[in-house]
């Protein structure tokens, strides 16, 4: 089965910066992709970036040129280096990653880790 701990979350104030961890293990297939989603309340969960194992990532638009994506697949885990951060930050971030198997393609989350930005 496969499991996700995060860690990383916290408070910090407008301009600062936090970095999140995610630990996945659990899976004899290698994680396709590993990323980053966030849900603020009241909205649906957005895709933050993702990295894939072949060394593509991505990113949303509001998070580009202040957040960096990375992984350490000796590790299993990914990173998010988020920098700059703005109140509109805000919000719960779940770790994610896709595992591709012989048959089919599988999907997974983690418990989610709040991220809290003063202004």
């Known amino acids: 089965q496969v499991q996700l701990v995060e860690s990383g979350g916290g408070l910090v104030q407008a301009g600062g910066s936090l970095r999140l961890s995610c630990a996945a293990s659990?899976?004899?297939?290698?994680?396709?992709?590993m990323g980053w989603y966030r849900q603020a309340p009241g909205e649906h969960r957005e895709l933050v970036a993702a990295?894939?194992?072949?060394?593509?990532?991505s990113y949303a638009d509001f998070v580009k040129g202040r957040f960096t994506i990375s992984r350490d697949d000796a590790k299993n885990t990914v990173y998010l280096q988020m920098n700059s951060l703005k109140p509109e930050d805000a919000a719960v971030y779940y770790c994610?990653?896709?595992?591709?198997?012989?048959?089919?393609?599988?999907?997974?989350w983690g418990q989610g880790t709040q991220v809290t930005v003063s202004s």
């Open positions: 990295a894939t194992s072949g060394g593509s990532v």
């Open positions: 994610w990653v896709v595992v591709c198997t012989t048959r089919d393609a599988n999907e997974y």
């Open positions: 659990g899976s004899r297939f290698s994680f396709n992709v």
